[in-house]
């Protein structure tokens, strides 16, 4: 048995884990992180946000080149797909990035255990042979897709996000059980590669969460862009059924076809932490209670990211990092939960930060409404890329910029000046008063915050 010192031990190599270990070493902390996997960056980087991010970038170009191009006056002839190279692009992409987190951790002097951590008591982490000390421990193991019972998950035909980042042929026909983020992102990439793709959805909309009048108009975009809804759809089951996969649903007939993807959100990595020799116990959903600081029941120990409360976004588990150990060196630590942004990385991309319409009317909180088109937008128009719009929800009486819900072109990237803006306290008018360069996208916030006093000048 080996015995080791830190000042902090993080248990995950994930945005949160290690955004967290980098902080701690710059305050003067010294750090370790633990990762079980070789490659650091956690799901996110090497089989989430960044694979799915590269696919969606690729399978936009090619479906560009194959049916967009000409309108631009841009002649392309025999355009074909080459999926083991676009694959092999997006797999580069992963490992330059973890690569990149090894040299940021040799720069910072963060030191890296590789192997299963987990808490042995006390101030003590267990990884193989090693024991750490530590007077501080970070949980930051991140979240794994949720299951659902009737599916038999085989790790092929029938998978999670991580099969269909790397189907070896385009599926004939794909079935995605969940219309969020993840189901929505994926089944658009093999869509656009040629794949017929039907999703079912429990609920009767897509992008639980979002605004309600951005999502149905998402739905129609996506229904022109080919991709099949059926929505109240409660699937009973998935399985291969004689070399094909059996999707059966509560009320209607059987789907068959060739790939399943399951994609009903992701839930909490708490297994084989050793928690019960700290006595710290999970709340009904499975994650770990915290406090203000991100402090758990058990002294010393903290928790961040899909392991608590609040939304599984990667930045979220990044910005909960930097304030614990913050708050750990220099008692001060912060994060604004109402100005985290959510993006669903489709066609046109969707995006929003603060309250939704259906948040304000709930809470009885009385807004006014700008919303401006990108159809009206010169930049938008140059791109060929007119759909959506920006809609701005303002309180009625101060003017306080309260949500900012987007569908459009580079929604988000454009989401990041409403988060600024909301950080800060803006009212819709002093979003409305800053000058924007002409001719942007980002002229549609200008516009749309305008509309709030019912005051756009370009519609």
Request: aromatic share 4%.
């Amino acid at each position: 048995m080996t015995a080791v010192t830190h000042d902090l031990v993080v248990i995950g190599g994930g945005p949160g884990g290690y955004v967290a270990a980098i902080r701690a070493a710059q305050l003067g902390l010294n750090v370790a992180c633990v990762e079980k996997e070789a490659p650091l960056g956690g799901t996110c980087l090497r089989v989430g946000c960044i694979p799915s991010k590269a696919l969606l970038e690729s399978s936009e170009r090619y479906a560009e080149a194959k049916h967009a191009l000409a309108v631009h006056g841009v002649k392309v002839g025999g355009v074909e797909l080459d999926l083991p190279v676009m694959l092999a692009r997006k797999d580069e992409v992963v490992k330059t990035l973890t690569k990149g987190i090894d040299g940021l951790f040799r720069k910072n002097k963060v030191t890296r255990y590789t192997g299963h951590g987990q808490i042995a008591g006390p101030g003590k982490v267990q990884v193989g042979d090693t024991e750490i000390s530590a007077k501080h421990i970070l949980i930051a193991t991140g979240s794994k897709s949720a299951m659902l019972p009737g599916v038999e998950l085989d790790g092929d035909r029938i998978g999670t996000s991580t099969e269909a980042l790397a189907y070896p042929a385009v599926p004939k026909h794909l079935v995605v059980i969940g219309a969020g983020y993840i189901g929505l992102e994926l089944g658009s990439v093999w869509r656009r590669l040629g794949a017929q793709v039907t999703v079912l959805e429990f609920l009767p909309r897509i992008l639980p969460g979002m605004d309600a009048e951005l999502a149905e108009e998402a739905l129609k975009i996506f229904k022109k862009q080919g991709l099949e809804f059926r929505l109240g759809c409660k699937v009973k089951s998935a399985r291969v059924v004689n070399g094909d996969c059996v999707v059966e649903c509560d009320g209607s007939g059987p789907v068959t076809c060739d790939r399943v993807l399951l994609a009903v959100g992701r839930v909490p990595n708490t297994e084989r932490l050793g928690l019960e020799t700290v006595g710290i116990q999970l709340d009904a959903k499975g994650r770990i209670p915290v406090g203000d600081h991100f402090e758990t029941s058990a002294k010393g120990i903290y928790a961040i990211g899909d392991v608590i409360r609040g939304p599984m976004l990667a930045h979220k588990a990044e910005e909960e990092g930097v304030a614990c150990v913050e708050h750990i060196v220099t008692g001060y630590g912060h994060v604004d939960y109402n100005g985290i942004p959510g993006v669903c990385y489709t066609e046109p991309e969707i995006a929003a930060v603060g309250k939704t319409e259906e948040d304000l009317k709930s809470a009885g909180v009385d807004y006014r409404k700008g919303s401006f088109p990108f159809l009206a937008n010169g930049r938008a128009r140059s791109l060929g890329q007119t759909e959506g719009r920006v809609k701005i929800l303002a309180d009625a009486k101060t003017d306080r910029v309260l949500g900012v819900h987007i569908i459009g072109p580079r929604a988000g990237d454009l989401i990041a000046e409403a988060a600024a803006a909301m950080a800060f306290g803006a009212s819709s008018e002093d979003i409305a008063r800053c000058c924007h360069a002409h001719p942007t996208l980002a002229e549609t916030l200008k516009e749309a915050a305008l509309a709030v006093d019912k005051r756009a000048l370009h519609i």
